[in-house]
C-alpha cells in the first residue's frame, strides 16, 4: 500500500522500499513474510497483490536470500483459482484470501443448503484446492513445492521492461502497459471503491465478466450483433449482416482481440474489381465448424451444421463421441438423399426433435470426425466415413483440460453414440493414453491414417508460445493439416489480473506457426486452420495474412442457427434447443441448413471485398502476407498504447521458392504397409465375404497391422462380417498397434508376442496372443503384450496368454478382455466392457472407472489393496443361482449372472490360447469363483439401475411429453 | 438465478384489470398488479440470460435479471435498490412503459416473455408502501447551479440526478403542475397523479427548487398549446443566472390535418382534450371543457395518444367512438424470426380499445363538413399502399357522424419560438441538435445549454425520457465538474 495521493507514480518508490525492507527483516532473523493489502483506506492504495510478490519474490532470488523465507500473501483481491494459481507460480508459499473468506461468513446464510459459516469457508477452500490440483496436473506439475514459483504463465499486454524488471523470466509478446498503468488500474479501481458513485452506494458494480450487462464489461457478442447476425441469415439480407459484421469489427477495434489492434495497409493503386476475386464459393470451402460434440449441442443443432457445411463444401466437425452411423452410411453406399426427405427419415423419428425437410444431394455426414482423449465411439466405421480425422491434443478455450459432459446430457442416444452408460457423466481428462511423445503421435496419425487412408490427418493444438515449434513436430510426424486453436481473451485493454484463460489469442500462435514452418521449409506439406471466436470476414482476411489455409468456425454459426448466448449450456436449459438434450427445449430448434450457409456466404463476400481493396485475387495469395497488416494508427486506449507487433508480423526470411501454404501431400508410406499384402489376400472375403485364411510372418517393423486391412473391409460391409471370416495367423513380434481398430470379421492369431498399443481402438475384432511354442516359462507370469494395450476398445474381444505392461484396457468402451496380469493403471476411466484378470494387476486398477466390469482373480488377496476404490466397488463373486435369488436382475451386467460370463470368456481364452491358467481355474471351478472378485462402477450400477426404473415409467413419460408445460400452473 | 426450470414450469401471469363497467366510471387506475407470490412466481421464469436482451432492450437498462432473482428471493429491498439504480421513477414505467424489455426477453422468442414491466411495478409500489423510497440528499454541495426547463420525465430525471450529486436544480414549469405530458397528457385511469406528487416531495427534499407557471423563452403560436404560465423568464436571464441550461420541453408541436372545414367547430387537437380532463380529475374548476358526452366521436390517429382519447371519450359518456388509422390493419403477430428482439410492428389493442372503440384502417380524412360553423360529419375514403405510395381508392368515399374530432397524429417537433429563444440549433425535424456521445453528447450549439427528452429526440416514450434525462444529467455534472461518477 502506498498514499493514494502519489498516484500511480508512486508504485516504483514503493515496491523499491518493500524490496528493501523484505531483506533488512530477512537479515534481522525473520523467516516468513507477510505481504498484505489488508490495510488499504481511503487513503492508501494497495498495489496489485501480483506484482507486489513477485517484485519481492525476484528481489529474494537475486540477493540469494529466496530460500532462507517463506511469502504469505493476504490480500482481498484474490478469490478464482485463476488468482491462486498465479500467486503460487510466482512464489507465495501460502495466500490468505481475507476478502473472500470474510464474504463467506458474511453470506453463508443466504446461499443455498443451511451451510454453517465454518462448512462454507471449508466448500470454499476445497473448491479452490481442486481447482489447483486440476491446474497443476495439466501442467505435469505434482507438487505445491515443485508450482510455487515455477512462473509457468506467459504474459500478454505488459510491457518487456515491467515483466524484465518484476517478472523476470516469463514471456511477453506483444509488449503492452507497463507498470504505472498497472498503478493506475489499481488507483481507478481504488477510486471506485471509495468514491461517491450512487449507484455504487450500497450495490456493486453489475459486472458482467461472465454474464453481459448494459453496463458492464464489453462483450463481443452483443444482443445487437446477435439479433443483426440471425435477422440477416434468416432473412438472407447482406446489408443486415453488414450490420452485423460492423459491430463485431467496431467491437473488436475497440480492443477486445488482438486483431482488433490491427490495420489493413490499402493502398488505391493495387485495389482491384471485385469480380476479379476468386466467387465466394470458393473461398466457403476453406470454412470449418468447431468441434462441438453432440451431447453438448443437441441433435438438431448439430446435423443442422453438417448439412449446411455440405451444401458449401466446407467441413464440420463431429466433436468429442461418435456419430450416428445413420448420418453417413447410404452415403458411403452411394444411395443420396433425396428432394424432401425428413431429417427424421435419416436418423430416425425417436432422436429428433425438431424436424424438417431436405434437399436433394444434402448430407448430415461430419466430415471432420474427432479423436479425442476419451476415444469415445472412435470405430473403424467412424474413422472410415471421415473426409479428416482431428486428433484433439488440447481445447482451445481450456488448454489443458478434458471435456466433461454432465450425466444429465447422456441421454440414451447420447450414451449409444459414445458407447458408454446412459445417465454416467463423462469425463476427458487431458492426456492421450497413447501419446507422450511427438512419436507417439507419429504413431497414431499412422494408425488413423491406415484405417481411413483417404482421409487427411489433422492435429488440434492450442495457441500459447512454442506452438510454431510444436507444430513443426507435427509436421514432421506427417499431419496433414494442424489446427491453431486460440482462446479469445483480454489484449492490454483488459486489466491484466482478469486475463483468465490459460492459451493465447490465435493470432499469436498462427503467427507464430506460420513463421516456424516457413523457415523449416514445412509449410508446404501441412494444411493450417486458425481457430477461435471468428466472426466476420475481416477475421478471415486477417487468418489468412497471418497464414491460414482454412478458418474455424465455433459460436458465429450456432448464433445462426439460433444461439442466444444464453451461456446456460452446462444447465441443459437451453431454451432454444441449441445446448440442450431435453426433448421438450429441442422442440424449440428453430435453425435450419439455410441459415447457416447465409452466414458463410456472407462471412465470404465481406472477405472478398476487402480482398479486392487489398488486390488479392485468391485466398491462396493472401496466405502469410503479414506485410498487409499494419498495426492500428494511434491505438489511443491508454492501456493499449505499450503494445509492439513487429514479431507477429514478421515475414520469415526464407527464398520466394519456399511455399508459404500448403501445396502438396504428405508421404504416409501406406503402399509399404504389410496390410497392402493381406487385403489383397483377403479379396475373396471383402468382396464375397468367403472365409479366407492367411499365414504371415509377424515383425515388429510392421506397424499397425490389420487396421488398413479393417478400413478396407468396412467400406465394403460397414457392419463387418461373420466371425472369422478372415482369420489372420502370424508368427513373431507384432510391431506397435498390432490389430488397430480391428473390424469385425476379422481374427489376428499372434504366435509370440506384441509391443505397445495392441488393440487399440479395436472395433469388433478378435486379438489373440499367446506365447511362441518355443516359450518355455511360466506364461501367466510373463510380459506378452506392451503398453497401453486395447486403448479406447469399442468392441470385439481380445485374450492375451501372458502379462499386459501398464494402462491397459483403459477407456475400454465394449470389448471383452481376457488376461493373465497387468501393470499399473489397469482399466482405467474404463466406461463398458468387460475384462477378465488371471492373476496380478498392478497399483491404480481401476481409477476413474465408469462403466462395464472388471472381474479380477485375487491370486494372493492383495487386490484390493492395488484397486482404486474411489469410483468403484469391490464385490464378492456369487454364484449364478445364488446371484439371481439375491439381486435385481436390472443390475446385472450385460443382463446375465457374473458366473456365466466370467466363465464363457475363461473358457474361450482357454479354447483361444490354451492358457494352463485358464484350465486351472476351469478345473477347480468352485473354488476359483470364490477367489474372484466384482470390481463394480457405482456410477455404473446407479445408472443400470435407473435405465431399468426409465424403461418402466417410458410410458408415463410419453405422456407428460404430449403436453409442452407439464406441471404448475400460476 | 431465480429457478433454473422455472420458465418451464409457470406460464405468464398478465395483471389484471377492472370489468369495464366498473372502469368507465371513474378516472382511477383500473390495472390490478401482481400480488407478491404472483409476482415471485413471475420472476421465477427469468433465465437470467448470459446475454439478456432485455437489460439492453429496457432504454434506461434495467438490470432485470439481477431484480428478478432478488424478488424471486423475496429480497424486495435489495430488488428496489437494484432497480433505482438505473431508473428514477420506476412508477412511472411500471403502469405505462410499453415494455421493449419484453420484446427483447430471450423468452419471447418461442414463448411469452416475463412479465417484466409487472414486475418492476410490483417492487416499486411495495417499495412506496414500505417507505423504503425516501429523499437522498446529496452528502455535499457543489455550489454549482442548474435550471431545467420542463418538467416531464426527463427534466425530473436530470433534476433529480443533479441535486444528488450535490448541484442547485431549479425546475421551471409553464404550466401550473410538475410533470409534462404525464400530468396533462396521459390520463389519470392509466397514471394517477399522486405517484408525481410523492416523486416532487422526495425531490424537493432532495434540494430541489419548483417554479411553476413560468415560461421560459417565448412561446408563439396560435394558443393551442397547452400553457398555463402566469410569467415569462428571457432565455439570456436564465443562462445568465445558471451555471448550466438543460432543456427538457418536449416536443409539443402537434400534427395538423389540414383538410377543408379544419376551421370547424368541435375539431381539437388531443393535446387540448386530455390535458382538460387531467386538470378536471385534479379537481379543478373549467369553463368550457371540450366533452364527449352524447357525443359521435372520431378520433383520427391510431397510436396511443388516439387510444388515451378513445378511453376519456367513452368516460365523458360519447354516443359512439371510432378510431382512424391511415395505415392498413398491421399483422397480427410479428413474424419473431425477423422481428425480436426489436419492438415488432404488429396490431396492439389496448385496454381504451376493449371499453368500446370502432377501429377504421387504410382510411383517409377528405374533408371535414358542418353545419352552422359546427362539424357535423367527416368525409373519408380508403387508401392502399403500392410500392410506399398512398393511392385513394375510387368510389370509396364514405361519410361519418361526428360531433366531435380529436386530431391525435402525433407531435411534429418541439415548438420552434423555445429553441430560437435561445439560439439553439435545430436538426431536420426541427428537435434541439445535441449528440448522445458519452464525450460532448446533450450539449447543443450554445455554451452551457444542454436538451434532453422529446425536445432533442423528438416524440417518444417516457422511459427514453428518463434516459435522456439521466445521461444529460451526467454530461451537464460533467461539464460543471471535469468528471462525473454519475451513471450513463
Ligand atoms: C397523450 C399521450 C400519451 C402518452 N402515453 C405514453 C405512454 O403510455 N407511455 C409512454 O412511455 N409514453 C407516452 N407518451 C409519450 C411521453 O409522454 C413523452 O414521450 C414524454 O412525456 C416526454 O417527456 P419530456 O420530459 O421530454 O417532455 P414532456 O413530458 O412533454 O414535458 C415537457 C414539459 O415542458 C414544459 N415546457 C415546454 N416548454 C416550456 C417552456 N418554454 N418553459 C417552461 N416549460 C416548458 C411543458 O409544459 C411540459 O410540461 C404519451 C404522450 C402523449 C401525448
Ligand atoms: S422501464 Fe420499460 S423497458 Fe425498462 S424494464 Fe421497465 S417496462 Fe421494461
Ligand atoms: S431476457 Fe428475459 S429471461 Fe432473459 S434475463 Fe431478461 S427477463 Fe430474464
Known sequence: ????????????????????????????????????????????????????????????????????????????????????????????????????????????????????????????????????????????ISTYMSYCGAQIFEAIGLKPELVEKYFSGTATQIGGIGVFEVAEEAVRLHKAAFGNDPVLARMLDAGGEYAWRTRGEEHMWTPDA????????????????????????????????????????????????????????????????????????????????????????????????????NRYRNELRGIPIAQGTKVS???????????????????????????????????????????????????????????????????????????????????????????????????????????????????????????????????????????????????????????????????????????????????????????????????????????????????????????????????????????TQDPVLRRKFQGRPEHVVNFFFFVAEEARQIMAQLGIRKFDDLIGRADLLDTRKGIEH?????????????????????????????????????????IEKARPALEKGEKVRIMQDARNVNRTVGAMLSGELIRHHPDGLADNTVFVQMEGTGGQSFGAFLARGITLYLIGDANDYTGKGLSGGRVVVRPSLDFRGDAAKNIIVGNTVLYGATEGEAFFRGVAGERFAVRLSGASAVVEGTGDHGCEYMTGGTVVVLGKTGRNFAAGMSGGIAYVFDEDGQFSKRCNQTMVALERMLPAAEQTATQDPAIFHCGQTDEVQLRRLIEDHYRWTGSLRAREILDHWEASLSRFLKVFPHEYRRALGELNARNETAATIAKARESDKPTVKA | MGKITGFLEYERLEEGYEPVDKRLKSYREFVIGLKEDEARIQSARCMDCGTPFCNSGCPVNNIIPDFNDL?????????????????????????????????????????????????????????????????????????????????????????????????????????DRIGGLLRYGIPDFKMEKSHIDRRVEQM??????????????????????????????????????????????????????????????????????????????????????????????????????????????????????TQFELLPMPPEHENKALTWPYWPYKLRTSSSHEEGCEREFAISTKEFMGEKGKVTAIKTVRVEFKDGKMIEVPGSEQILKADLVLLAMGFVSPVASVLEAFGVDKDARGNAKATTEATGGYLTNVDKVFGAGDMRRGQSLVVWAIREGRQAARAIDEFLMGSSALPR
Not at chain 1, 503494445?643 to 503402399?671: I, K, T
Not at chain 2, 398555463?228 to 409539443?252: I, K, N, P, S, Y
Request: with cysteine; aromatic share 4%; proline share 4%.
Open chain 1, 345 to 579: 427419415e435419416v436418423i430416425g423419428a425417436d432422436v429428433v426433435e425438431a424436424d424438417y425437410e431436405l434437399q436433394a444431394g444434402d448430407s448430415l455426414r461430419s466430415r471432420i470426425k474427432q479423436v479425442a482423449s476419451g476415444r469415445f465411439g472412435v470405430t473403424t466405421e467412424y474413422l472410415v466415413s471421415a473426409d479428416q480425422v482431428q486428433i484433439k491434443m488440447a481445447q482451445g478455450a481450456k488448454p489443458g483440460e478434458g471435456g466433461q459432459l454432465p450425466g444429465g446430457k447422456v441421454s440414451d442416444y447420447i450414451g449409444k453414440l459414445r458407447h458408454s452408460v446412459p445417465g454416467v457423466g463423462l469425463i476427458s481428462p487431458p492426456p492421450h493414453h497413447d501419446i507422450y511423445s511427438i512419436e507417439d503421435l507419429a504413431q497414431l496419425i499412422h494408425d488413423l491414417k491406415n484405417v481411413a487412408s483417404t482421409a487427411s490427418i489433422s492435429v488440434k493444438l492450442v495457441s500459447e508460445v512454442g506452438v510454431g515449434t510444436v507444430a513443426a513436430g507435427v509436421a514432421k510426424a506427417k499431419a496433414d493439416h494442424v489446427v491453431i486453436a486460440g482462446h479469445d481473451g483480454g489484449t492490454g485493454a483488459s486489466p491484466w489480473s482478469s486475463i483468465k484463460h490459460a492459451g493465447t489469442p490465435w493470432e499469436l500462435g498462427l503467427a507464430e506457426t506460420q513463421q516456424t514452418l516457413v523457415l523449416n521449409r514445412l509449410r508446404g506439406r501441412i494444411r493450417v486452420q486458425a481457430d477461435g471466436q471468428m466472426k466476420t470476414g475481416r477475421d478471415v482476411v486477417i487468418a489468412g495474412l497471418l497464414g491460414a489455409d482454412e478458418v474455424g468456425f465455433a459460436t458465429a454459426p450456432l448464433v445462426a442457427e439460433g444461439c442466444i448466448m444464453m451461456r446456460k449450456c452446462h444447465l441443459n436449459t437451453c431454451p432454444v434447443g441449441v445446448a
Open chain 2, 204 to 321: 424537493e427534499a432532495e434540494g430541489v427548487a419548483f417554479r411553476t407557471g413560468v415560461l421560459i423563452g417565448a412561446l408563439a403560436g396560435d394558443g393551442k398549446i397547452t400553457n398555463w404560465a402566469r410569467e415569462t423568464v428571457a432565455a439570456e436571464q436564465l443562462t445568465q443566472d445558471f451555471d448550466a441550461v438543460l432543456l427538457a420541453g418536449g416536443a409539443e408541436q402537434p400534427r395538423d390535418l389540414p383538410a377543408p372545414g379544419r376551421e370547424l367547430d368541435g375539431i381539437h387537437f388531443a393535446m387540448e382534450f386530455l390535458p382538460q380532463q387531467n386538470k378536471v380529475t385534479a379537481g379543478d374548476k373549467l369553463k368550457g371543457q371540450i366533452t364527449a358526452s352524447g357525443k359521435h366521436v372520431i378520433v383520427i390517429g391510431g397510436g396511443d395518444t388516439g387510444s388515451d382519447c378513445v378511453g376519456t371519450s367513452n368516460r365523458h359518456g360519447a354516443v359512439s367512438v
Open chain 2, 71 to 175: 424478488v424471486y428471493r423475496d429480497d424486495w429491498r435489495n430488488a428496489i435498490d437494484v432497480l433505482h439504480s438505473t431508473n428514477n421513477f420506476p412508477e412511472f414505467t411500471g403502469r405505462i412503459c410499453p415494455a421493449p424489455c419484453e420484446a427483447a426477453c430471450t423468452l419471447n422468442v418461442n414463448d411469452d416473455p416475463v412479465g417484466i414491466k409487472s414486475i418492476e411495478h410490483a417492487i416499486i409500489d411495495r417499495a412506496w408502501n414500505e417507505g423504503w423510497v425516501v429523499p437522498q440528499p446529496p452528502s455535499s454541495k457543489t455550489g454549482r447551479s442548474v435550471a431545467v426547463v420542463g418538467s416531464g420525465p426527463a427534466g425530473l430525471a436530470a433534476a433529480q440526478q443533479l441535486a444528488r450529486a450535490g448541484h442547485k436544480v431549479t425546475v421551471f414549469e409553464k404550466n
Open chain 1, 226 to 325: 446477435i439479433a443483426k447476425l440471425q435477422h440477416s441469415a434468416r432473412s438472407g439480407k447482406f446489408e443486415t449482416y453488414k450490420e452485423y459484421a460492423q459491430i463485431i469489427n467496431d467491437q473488436s477495434r475497440r480492443h477486445m482481440t488482438l486483431r482488433g489492434l490491427f490495420e489493413f495497409r490499402l493502398d488505391p493503386a493495387r485495389a482491384i474489381p471485385l469480380d476479379q476475386v476468386e466467387p465466394a464459393s470458393a473461398i466457403v470451402k476453406r470454412f470449418a465448424t468447431g468441434a462441438m460434440s453432440l451431447g453438448s449441442i443437441s441433435t438438431e443443432a448439430h446435423s443442422t451444421l453438417a448439412v449446411a457445411m455440405n451444401r458449401i463444401g466446407g467441413k464440420s466437425n463431429t466433436g468429442e463421441g461418435g456419430e450416428d452411423k
Open chain 1, 1 to 140: 500500500m502506498y498514499p493514494l495521493n502519489w498516484g500511480s507514480q508512486g508504485v516504483e518508490a514503493k515496491l523499491a522500499s518493500l524490496c528493501a525492507e523484505a531483506v533488512d527483516a530477512l537479515k534481522s532473523g525473520h523467516n516468513i513474510l507477510i505481504i498484505t493489502d489488508r490495510r488499504l483506506n481511503r487513503e492508501h492504495v494497495a498495489i496489485p497483490a501480483l506484482l507486489a510478490l513477485s517484485a519481492i519474490h525476484q528481489h529474494l532470488v537475486r540477493e540469494g536470500l529466496r530460500t532462507t523465507a517463506g511469502l504469505v500473501v493476504e490480500t482481498g483481491s484474490a478469490r478464482e483459482t485463476h488468482h491462486f494459481a498465479v500467486l503460487a507460480g510466482f512464489g507465495a508459499e501460502a495466500v490468505h484470501p481475507y476478502l473472500a473468506l470474510e464474504t463467506l461468513t458474511a453470506m453463508h446464510a443466504e446461499l443455498p443448503g443451511d451451510l454453517s459459516a465454518e462448512k462454507a469457508i471449508y466448500n470454499y477452500i476445497k473448491a479452490i484446492g481442486k481447482g489447483l490440483s486440476k491446474i497443476m496436473s495439466k501442467m505435469g
Open chain 1, 638 to 678: 491508454w492501456k493499449a498504447r505499450g503494445l509492439d507487433f513487429s514479431r507477429l508480423l514478421h515475414q520469415p526470411d526464407a527464398p520466394a521458392e519456399v511455399a508459404r501454404y500448403q501445396v502438396e501431400l504428405q508421404d504416409h508410406g501406406l503402399d509399404r504397409a504389410l496390410d497392402v499384402k493381406l
